[in-house]
Every structure is written in C-alpha cells, then in structure tokens.
C-alpha cells in the first residue's frame, strides 16, 4: 500500500543554525524558511536524491511542534511520511485494523498542498506516521526515473 517515503521531518530548535548545518557542511539543496502560518510551522526543505528532509519550527501560539521540542529541546525526528496513492482507503484500512487516525480521521491538506492525515505513534513504534496522498502519474515517473 505505502510508496515512496515522501520525506523525514526534524523538529529543531534553531532552523537557521539547522538549514546552514546542511546547506554549508552536508552539501545539500535547501530551500529558504518559509512560514506556513496555516500548520503552525515555519519550514526549510532539504532536497536529496531519493527523498527530502523538512526542517520545522513552532510558528504561532498553537503549534504541533512546540510541545515536542518542550520534550525534546535539542530537537528529534518528528514524523516519517509515505506516499499513498489512495489515502481514503489507507485510512479505511487503517480504522479497520484498529490503528488510530488522529483528529477527527477525516483527511486534511498538509504542507505540500495535498491530502494527509497522521496516524498514532503508540500504533507505530512510537513514530508518528503522516500518509500523504500523491497522484499516480507521480508514483508512475518515479518508477521510471528509479526502476
Ligand atoms: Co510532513
């Protein structure tokens, strides 16, 4: 059912220190900071080859990074995100199977501008999961590009 890790998401304390970490000694392309007001997070994404890497810190009073770097104040992995091509039933499969779909299970639009929801990390050893809903040409290209 899952394609594609979509990308790895790292809460950091400092996302100016963290985007020069891996533009300046990794190497690697990374984008500007960019607020995304509506997720309560301020973004950097690192480009690699076969995935990305999404730098994030609370932006905004209510946001659902802040009381993880509370927790973990020099920062973490936060969630892994796959790639689905049919999210309504991953979370239709999900439900069925007793794992717990966070908010109220119905699907949202995530930081890239398509469909995702979260699932429990007492589900999945502890790891917050986000399913993300990819079209399927893009799947398909993938597989081209990396047969
Ligand atoms: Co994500």
Do not use: W
């Not at 995304?36 to 999404?54: D, Y």
């Not at 659902?64 to 499969?93: I, Y």
């Amino acid at each position: 059912m899952i394609g594609r890790l979509n990308h790895v998401a790292i809460a950091v304390p400092d996302l100016d220190k963290a985007a020069s970490r891996y533009r300046d000694l990794m190497g690697a392309k990374v984008s500007s900071v960019m607020e995304l007001k509506e997720h309560g997070v301020s973004v950097v994404f690192v480009e690699l080859e076969n995935t990305k890497i999404e730098l994030l810190h609370p932006l905004g009073g209510n946001s659902p990074v802040a009381g993880f770097l509370a927790k973990n104040p020099k920062g973490g992995t936060h969630h892994l995100c796959f790639e689905v091509s049919d999210l309504r039933s991953a979370v239709a499969k999900m439900i069925q199977s007793g794992a717990r779909v966070l908010g109220d299970g119905k699907t949202k639009i995530g930081a890239h501008g398509l469909p995702v929801v979260f699932l429990h990390p007492k589900d999945f050893d502890g790891v917050l999961i986000e399913l993300e809903e990819v079209a399927k040409t893009d799947l398909d290209e993938g597989s081209q590009v990396d047969p």
